[in-house]
Protein backbone atom coordinates (compact mmCIF):
# COMPACT_ATOMS: atom_id res chain seq x y z
CA UNK A 1 0.00 0.00 0.00
CA UNK A 2 1.22 3.73 -0.58
CA UNK A 3 1.94 5.57 2.01
CA UNK A 4 0.39 9.09 1.33
CA UNK A 5 2.79 11.85 3.07
CA UNK A 6 0.82 14.83 1.65
CA UNK A 7 -0.72 17.64 3.67
CA UNK A 8 -4.55 18.42 3.68
CA UNK A 9 -6.12 21.63 4.91
CA UNK A 10 -9.73 20.66 4.22
CA UNK A 11 -11.33 18.45 6.86
CA UNK A 12 -13.70 16.99 4.44
CA UNK A 13 -10.27 15.25 2.64
CA UNK A 14 -9.54 13.40 6.02
CA UNK A 15 -12.69 11.94 7.06
CA UNK A 16 -12.49 8.64 8.03
CA UNK A 17 -9.06 8.51 8.42
CA UNK A 18 -6.22 7.96 11.30
CA UNK A 19 -3.92 10.82 10.71
CA UNK A 20 -1.13 13.28 12.27
CA UNK A 21 -1.82 17.04 12.67
CA UNK A 22 1.57 19.27 11.92
CA UNK A 23 2.14 22.07 13.69
CA UNK A 24 0.48 24.32 12.09
CA UNK A 25 -3.02 22.15 12.22
CA UNK A 26 -2.33 20.72 8.24
CA UNK A 27 -3.70 17.08 8.14
CA UNK A 28 -1.34 14.24 7.22
CA UNK A 29 -3.10 10.72 6.29
CA UNK A 30 -1.51 7.57 7.74
CA UNK A 31 -4.51 4.99 7.21
CA UNK A 32 -8.26 5.20 6.98
CA UNK A 33 -10.08 3.94 10.53
CA UNK A 34 -9.43 0.28 10.88
CA UNK A 35 -7.02 -0.35 8.24
CA UNK A 36 -3.44 -2.01 10.09
CA UNK A 37 -1.30 -2.11 7.21
CA UNK A 38 0.02 1.31 7.43
CA UNK A 39 0.47 2.35 11.04
CA UNK A 40 1.47 5.74 12.71
CA UNK A 41 5.16 4.68 13.27
CA UNK A 42 5.86 3.46 9.56
CA UNK A 43 3.80 6.68 8.34
CA UNK A 44 6.38 8.65 10.45
CA UNK A 45 9.32 6.67 9.56
CA UNK A 46 8.54 7.60 5.61
CA UNK A 47 8.54 11.16 6.68
CA UNK A 48 11.54 11.62 8.27
CA UNK A 49 13.39 9.76 5.08
CA UNK A 50 11.40 12.14 2.51
CA UNK A 51 12.67 15.13 4.98
CA UNK A 52 16.19 14.28 4.86
CA UNK A 53 16.85 11.24 7.53
CA UNK A 54 16.37 13.28 10.07
CA UNK A 55 15.02 10.28 11.86
CA UNK A 56 18.67 8.31 11.90
CA UNK A 57 20.39 11.73 12.39
CA UNK A 58 18.04 11.80 15.91
CA UNK A 59 18.53 8.38 16.59
CA UNK A 60 21.93 8.56 16.70
CA UNK A 61 22.24 10.74 18.58
CA UNK A 62 22.20 10.89 22.57
CA UNK A 63 18.79 13.00 22.09
CA UNK A 64 16.18 10.18 22.06
CA UNK A 65 17.96 7.98 25.08
CA UNK A 66 18.17 10.87 26.97
CA UNK A 67 14.03 11.32 26.70
CA UNK A 68 13.91 7.62 26.23
CA UNK A 69 11.46 7.93 22.35
CA UNK A 70 11.54 5.19 21.13
CA UNK A 71 9.83 5.27 18.07
CA UNK A 72 9.81 7.64 15.14
CA UNK A 73 6.00 8.33 16.17
CA UNK A 74 7.39 9.83 19.76
CA UNK A 75 9.89 11.68 17.56
CA UNK A 76 7.66 13.34 15.16
CA UNK A 77 5.42 14.27 18.53
CA UNK A 78 7.67 15.62 21.27
CA UNK A 79 10.36 17.03 19.46
CA UNK A 80 8.83 18.52 16.29
CA UNK A 81 5.27 19.09 17.54
CA UNK A 82 2.53 16.68 15.99
CA UNK A 83 -0.82 15.72 17.14
CA UNK A 84 -1.28 11.78 16.64
CA UNK A 85 -4.95 11.08 16.45
CA UNK A 86 -5.75 7.33 15.77
CA UNK A 87 -8.72 4.77 17.07
CA UNK A 88 -9.30 1.72 19.05
CA UNK A 89 -9.81 -0.98 16.84
CA UNK A 90 -12.46 -2.76 19.00
CA UNK A 91 -14.42 0.22 20.14
CA UNK A 92 -13.28 3.13 17.53
CA UNK A 93 -12.77 5.09 20.39
CA UNK A 94 -10.27 8.12 19.41
CA UNK A 95 -6.68 8.20 20.73
CA UNK A 96 -5.25 11.37 20.71
CA UNK A 97 -1.65 12.21 21.52
CA UNK A 98 0.00 15.63 21.80
CA UNK A 99 3.46 16.73 22.54
CA UNK A 100 4.70 16.15 26.44
CA UNK A 101 5.75 20.47 26.77
CA UNK A 102 8.23 19.15 29.47
CA UNK A 103 10.57 17.56 26.81
CA UNK A 104 11.03 20.37 24.30
CA UNK A 105 8.40 22.73 25.55
CA UNK A 106 6.08 21.87 22.28
CA UNK A 107 2.50 22.64 23.24
CA UNK A 108 -0.29 21.98 21.36
CA UNK A 109 -0.97 25.32 18.72
CA UNK A 110 -4.19 26.31 18.52
CA UNK A 111 -4.52 25.61 14.98
CA UNK A 112 -4.09 21.95 16.19
CA UNK A 113 -7.22 22.19 18.49
CA UNK A 114 -8.98 23.77 16.04
CA UNK A 115 -8.35 21.03 13.31
CA UNK A 116 -8.46 18.27 15.93
CA UNK A 117 -11.52 19.48 17.15
CA UNK A 118 -13.05 19.31 13.58
CA UNK A 119 -12.10 16.26 12.61
CA UNK A 120 -13.75 14.64 15.43
CA UNK A 121 -16.97 16.98 15.07
CA UNK A 122 -16.93 15.20 11.46
CA UNK A 123 -15.91 11.82 12.04
CA UNK A 124 -19.18 12.11 14.55
CA UNK A 125 -17.01 11.77 18.13
CA UNK A 126 -17.30 13.47 21.49
CA UNK A 127 -14.42 15.59 21.63
CA UNK A 128 -14.81 16.35 25.70
CA UNK A 129 -14.70 12.42 26.85
CA UNK A 130 -11.17 12.10 25.20
CA UNK A 131 -8.16 10.64 26.34
CA UNK A 132 -5.00 13.03 25.56
CA UNK A 133 -1.51 11.33 26.19
CA UNK A 134 1.44 13.38 26.25
CA UNK A 135 4.92 10.70 26.87
CA UNK A 136 4.63 8.02 28.75
CA UNK A 137 2.10 8.79 31.25
CA UNK A 138 -1.52 10.36 31.39
CA UNK A 139 -0.99 13.89 31.32
CA UNK A 140 -4.68 14.93 30.27
CA UNK A 141 -6.65 12.29 31.28
CA UNK A 142 -10.21 11.80 30.39
CA UNK A 143 -11.50 15.50 29.83
CA UNK A 144 -14.79 15.88 30.41
CA UNK A 145 -17.44 18.73 30.00
CA UNK A 146 -21.40 18.32 30.31
CA UNK A 147 -23.24 17.41 26.82
CA UNK A 148 -24.08 19.88 24.38
CA UNK A 149 -27.44 21.83 25.46
CA UNK A 150 -29.70 23.16 22.59
CA UNK A 151 -29.33 26.80 23.05
CA UNK A 152 -24.96 26.25 22.94
CA UNK A 153 -23.73 27.03 19.48
CA UNK A 154 -20.45 25.55 18.15
CA UNK A 155 -18.22 28.22 18.89
CA UNK A 156 -19.39 27.94 22.83
CA UNK A 157 -18.26 24.39 22.56
CA UNK A 158 -15.08 24.92 20.69
CA UNK A 159 -14.29 27.59 23.97
CA UNK A 160 -14.81 25.02 26.13
CA UNK A 161 -12.71 22.32 24.45
CA UNK A 162 -10.04 24.47 24.21
CA UNK A 163 -9.79 25.37 27.88
CA UNK A 164 -9.70 21.45 28.37
CA UNK A 165 -6.21 21.78 27.56
Known amino acids: MKIDLNSYIDVMDVIGY ?4 GPNGEYYKVSKMGDNRINHNIWAEQYFIKNND ?9 LSTI ?4 SAT ?10 YYSHDNLLYKPI ?20 LF ?11 N ?3 LAGKEYVYDYVE ?21
Open 118 to 128: NIMIYNKENPY
Open 54 to 62: IFIKIKSSN
Open 130 to 132: VPF
Open 67 to 70: LNLQ
Open 96 to 115: IKIPNPTYFNKKVAESQLDS
Open 145 to 165: CEEKKSDDDEKDLYEIFKKLL
Open 74 to 83: ELLIHIFGFV
Open 18 to 21: DLFI
